[in-house]
Nanobody, 124 residues
Framework: QVQLVESGGGLVEAGGSLRLSCIAS????????AAWFRQPPGKERDFVAA????????YYADSVKGRFTISRDNAKNTVYLQMNSLKPEDTAVYYC?????????????????WGQGTQVTVSS
């Protein structure tokens, strides 16, 4: 099995930055995809960004393009989400997810492995 553990969330003022980390353990990945999703209070879980474990290709939601950067360190089995120019509307619980295939990248249904989530709160 695979375990994903997120860290790096917190409270930040609008315009600030945070970096989230997601460490994978267990039966880890040499291929497939890792992603970040977020879920604001009372809303659905939405795609934020994804990166392929192998080639490093990246994918972003339009709402975060140019502000967020996803990356991975295969040697450390870790995925990062660098978030800059944060806005109050970025406030959400952020979840790390992983899959061994590229069947569905931008929907939660494409990911069998999930972390417990980390809270990001952006004050205005």
């Amino acid at each position: 099995q695979v375990q994903l553990v997120e860290s790096g969330g917190g409270l930040v003022e609008a315009g600030g930055s945070l970096r989230l980390s997601c460490i994978a353990s267990g039966r880890t990945f040499s291929s497939g995809v890792a992603a970040w999703f977020r879920q604001p209070p009372g809303k659905e879980r939405d795609f934020v960004a994804a990166v392929s474990w192998g080639g490093g290709s990246t994918y972003y939601a339009d709402s975060v393009k140019g502000r967020f950067t996803i990356s991975r360190d295969n040697a450390k089995n870790t995925v990062y989400l660098q978030m800059n120019s944060l806005k109050p509307e970025d406030t959400a619980v952020y979840y790390c997810a992983a899959a061994r295939s590229f069947t569905v990248i931008m929907k939660p249904s494409g990911y069998p492995y999930w972390g417990q989530g980390t809270q990001v709160t952006v004050s205005s």
